[in-house]
């Protein structure tokens, strides 16, 4: 089992920066995929981006260039650092953990005005 707690939404200018961080309450180190999802109201869930124990990253197309998922197994976070946020960007940022089942933190939420 792994308790993920996110931190690091707000409220943000269209073209601001933010810096989401996901907290375990145990080793990632041994933990293969991470990573971001987002949500809106009445939508499905999507993937922002992932990060493997090695590294290899994998974005979803809205969000390169603008993104970069980082991990620090030493530390047991996850980071997002998302940059010129649009106001479509706006939503609930959960963060994954792949074990024998996905574990999902609780979310944090990320507002962009216009």
């Known amino acids: 089992q792994v308790q993920l707690v996110e931190s690091g939404g707000g409220l943000v200018q269209a073209g601001g920066s933010l810096r989401l961080s996901c907290a375990a309450s145990?080793?990632?180190?041994?933990?293969?995929?991470m990573g971001w999802y987002r949500q809106t109201p009445g939508k499905q869930r999507e993937l922002v981006a992932t990060?493997?124990?090695?590294?290899?990253?994998n974005y979803a197309d809205s969000m390169k260039g603008r993104c970069t998922i980082s991990r620090d197994n030493a530390k047991n976070m996850v980071y997002l650092q998302m940059n010129s946020l649009k106001p479509e960007d706006t939503a609930v940022y959960y963060c994954?953990?792949?074990?024998?089942?996905?574990?999902w933190g609780q979310g944090t939420q990320v507002t962009v005005s216009s």
């Open positions: 994954f953990a792949d074990l024998s089942i996905r574990y």
């Open positions: 145990r080793s990632i180190f041994i933990i293969d995929a």
């Open positions: 990060i493997s124990r090695t590294g290899r990253t």
